[in-house]
């Protein structure tokens, strides 16, 4: 009898050992950390940009204030779209709770990402969009309009009649098609006329080439150069310094080194954005996404023009935002 019992127990504990092993194979890696936390993937175009250093800045001061763990990477160049998009692909394996992405090339991003919604994991697009079905949200600047007013605003510096060029993002980039559209329709509308309009991919020193061939190939035309990005604007600049011609350098994001050249009368302005709210946002509506609760499909985080009239107001509040 003992010996039938102990048999008895034996065989509970091999069906019950087997029962926890293939219960722990069949789910899916918790979305929590050890102790408990959400745990947010944060994936950005590149981290040489200072516009992606305030966009980290927001989601760090989200994920600090909300007690979430956040994980924020990003390529060391906007064209580096494999890596990126491996970048996406490590996020899902670890099967973070949600997941915030800003696509280098949208079309690229989602095969990886629509692997992410069959899991489960909440998509929610910063700064660039994609056609992704399943996404939770795109949240970012209405980039077509902010362009625009940008390109309006420069006009009127030139005045009607007068010759640009412009330099823009990556080609294939959505947001850079956006704000290379509005920037076009802008001078249009105005009288302006675009003399030239070349990709430097986000890249001060390619910017500053392709502003230095415009400059031999346009000469005394320019009268002025729009950026889609701050970082190009900068190398527009330089060229522009460097050939002593009188051509105002406009840029877009409003990071603290054009700020600093407005105040300083170097260049006209920039379009900025609110990449820190970008980032808070972000952060803020991925873990309410996580836990199931309802999110705007679009949530616009809002543009101003910066001159030389607030560029030293801005400048402050840039600077308190990255403490």
């Given amino acids: 009898m003992k010996r039938f019992l102990a048999i008895v127990m034996m065989v509970m504990m091999m069906v019950t050992s087997i029962g926890c092993s293939n219960q722990g194979a069949d789910q899916p890696a918790d979305s929590k950390d ?20 305030f966009v980290k800045a927001g989601a760090e001061a989200a994920a600090k204030e909300m007690d979430v763990d956040l994980e924020f990477i990003g390529p060391n160049k906007e064209t580096d779209v494999i890596e990126q998009t491996s970048m996406m692909e490590d996020m899902i394996s670890k099967n973070v709770s949600a997941l915030c992405v800003a696509p280098s090339q949208p079309d690229a991003a989602v ?6 919604v069959e899991k489960g994991i909440p998509v929610l697009f910063i700064d660039t969009d994609a056609k992704l079905e399943g996404k939770t949200s795109f949240i970012g600047t209405g980039n077509y309009e902010a362009s625009k007013s940008g390109a309006q605003y420069l006009a009127k510096l030139i005045g009607e009649g007068g010759k640009v060029v412009y330099i823009r993002g990556n080609l294939g980039d959505a947001t850079h098609d956006a704000r290379t ?25 390619r910017a500053m080439n392709v502003m230095e061939n415009m400059i031999q190939t346009h000469g005394d035309e320019i009268k002025g150069v729009y950026s889609g990005s701050d970082i190009m604007a900068l190398g527009a600049l330089r060229a522009v310094e460097q050939s002593g011609k009188d051509i105002k350098v406009l840029g877009f994001d409003g990071t603290p080194a054009t700020i600093e050249k407005t105040i300083a009368g170097e260049m006209v302005g920039s379009v900025a954005q609110s990449p820190y709210n970008m980032g808070y946002t972000g952060v803020k509506e991925a873990i309410k996404a996580a ?31 990255l403490k």
Wanted: glycine share 8%; net charge negative.
């Fill in 34 to 53: 050890t102790q408990g936390k959400l745990k947010i993937g944060f994936v950005v175009k590149s981290l040489s940009d200072e516009h992606w250093l």
């Fill in 111 to 116: 095969a990886p990402l629509s692997k992410a």
């Fill in 181 to 205: 559209k509005g920037a076009i329709d802008g001078f249009e509308e105005n009288g302006i006329t675009v003399l030239d309009v070349q990709p430097a991919n986000s890249e001060l020193d």
């Fill in 291 to 321: 836990k199931g609760e309802a999110v705007e499909e679009r949530i616009d985080t809002g543009s101003q023009l910066i001159n030389t009239e607030n560029a030293e107001k801005i400048m402050k509040e840039s600077e308190e935002l």
